[in-house]
């Protein structure tokens, strides 16, 4: 792995991946379209010699194994992350995770690109009766387009690493926080909070448990085994690797370690219900065994990363004026 | 279900699905981009003032959306089956089975259709270790670019279903045998004897066990399970049924019963190796204790429905010269 495209370059994930691969030494061809891409996580990478820009869009394939040439391992790390409305317009998750990944797919098979690794999500799980969820619990009831996407995107990677030789990982996060986190409920709930400290209103009754992982140990996690090469070792064309913390927190725990680091106290106001919103998962928590036995270890609880993460969104004020 | 929309009517399911239906006194909306489907399949239908064929493919959301129109119910049958050939053209399985089926999901939205029941397979669980494989199968991995690509259409309805309030019923098919079967290995080996009778090609040392169901058991299944309405009786949003006899037999096997009813005795040339193809499955069998709680069996053995098939074929040479 000496030269690397990252799709969703621009992203939460893919901008600071971009920018621990460079300072790995490799050469990073970063991909983004913009639709929630920011150029501002990118201006460590673009002081990088190492590092080239490509403005582009998956669903336009021919520019996408354009940009690729020359390359020889792609992260897949651009979505449409908007889980919560994914009801309102289902083209977008089709298009761009389905879509999306298929076209990284076939560009990557023009360009003879032999590795791949995917974000995907603790959501192809559905509402799984096992929990924690292992990796090859029963097969899944997608409860979400965000989830049946991904799991689409899962399938057709299978597909081709089977297919045409190809060595994949698959990664089913949890939700991530950390440094240049743009979207979900830490973000949510600071808005809330710089408008009216006195206020804060809850989707759901609180009740609602999540598992949470720091960006930091999220990438440790995806480099380490990519440079592991675990599938190869193992014989596998594909690995899949759930990545969250062995802990959990309710939504209340998140609101007090938050109200707890901004020193406020603010009125509580549920909206009820033990589900923030449909296809909402009252309870994703993963087993994450598989992970821990390559020798990947978590540097930040859940607490922690979300202090961590309001520390971030205190010094960068210009996120909360983003879409 | 007064008047059913049915996609790939054309074709060897679809076209004996819509005389069943018709034989009831249903209204049938056909559907069919005849890239392999048959016009010969349709006679029948069409002398039925009840049927109305609709020519189109799924990818042109806005027609397929219009012919949709007043359809109370769908049958999405329409598919690329043509599942060895994948690696050449995975745009295809991606395209007619991936997006066709989102689209057809997103044209029943706008018609506000509340019930689909779509042709999965049996390869969606790719080299399963559970054998026979039943609905809750681990996790699986696809093998191939056609079990991807239906993976994935089931992965869209189970969201449609829970998002929008559908109900839906998705049959996982072992291969289908009986009248109009137009592709397959029984095919491939009646061609090879029509033109030498005195020898036979196999793909694979011909060990590799096989499960088939009759054309007929098949159609029995899917309406018993669709008029019974048993996800809403089981308060679920969607139900996944296996469809397959509870035997499996050896190509070898399937090899003897051709021979038998031919009264051929052909050299037997053998490619060898334990796979037909890079995808293909060397076994795969399903387990039906789920579909047969329904009140549902089989009336032909998997010889009986050889024989079937070769019978028809013998009485529609016509079937040999298309593609």
Chains 1, 2 share one sequence.
Not at 61 to 76: P, Y
């Amino acid at each position: 792995m000496d030269k690397v495209f990252v799709t969703g370059v621009a992203g939460f994930i893919g901008s600071n991946l971009a920018d621990r691969l460079l300072a790995e030494g490799k050469t990073v061809v970063g991909w983004d379209n913009f639709s929630t891409g920011q150029q501002e996580f990118l201006q460590a990478a673009q002081n990088n010699p190492k590092f080239k820009l490509v403005v582009g869009d998956c669903l336009d394939l021919s520019a996408l194994t354009q940009a690729m040439a020359g390359c020889d391992f792609v992260f897949h790390l651009a979505a449409n992350a908007d889980v919560r409305f994914g009801l309102d317009h289902p083209h977008k998750d089709f298009q761009q995770n389905a879509t999306a990944t298929f076209n990284v797919l076939e560009a990557m098979r023009a360009n003879r690109i032999k590795g791949i690794a995917f974000s995907s999500t603790g959501s192809v799980y559905g509402e799984s009766e096992i929990i924690p969820t292992p990796e090859n619990a029963p097969f899944p009831v997608q409860t979400s387009l965000y989830g049946a996407s991904k799991l689409a995107g899962e399938g057709f990677i299978h597909a081709y690493c089977e297919g045409y030789g190809l060595e994949g990982y698959i990664f089913r996060f949890v939700s991530i926080l950390g440094e240049r986190y743009t979207h979900g409920h830490v973000l949510d709930f600071y808005k809330q909070l710089v408008a009216r400290p006195d206020l804060l209103k809850i989707l759901g009754d609180g009740t609602q448990k999540k598992s949470y992982l720091y960006i930091g140990d999220c990438l440790n996690a995806m480099l380490q085994v990519v440079a592991q090469g675990t599938a190869q070792r193992a014989g596998h064309r594909v690995e899949t690797y759930n990545l969250g913390t062995d802990e959990y927190v309710q939504v209340n725990d998140s609101v007090r370690f938050i109200c707890q680091a901004l020193d406020l106290k603010p009125k509580l106001e549920y909206s009820g219900g033990n589900k923030g919103w449909v296809g909402d998962n009252p309870f994703i928590f993963l087993d994450t065994k598989k992970i821990r036995a390559t020798g990947w270890e978590t540097t930040l609880t859940i607490e922690q990363s979300v202090v961590r993460t309001l520390q971030w969104l205190q010094q960068n004020p210009w996120v909360l004026q983003r879409r």
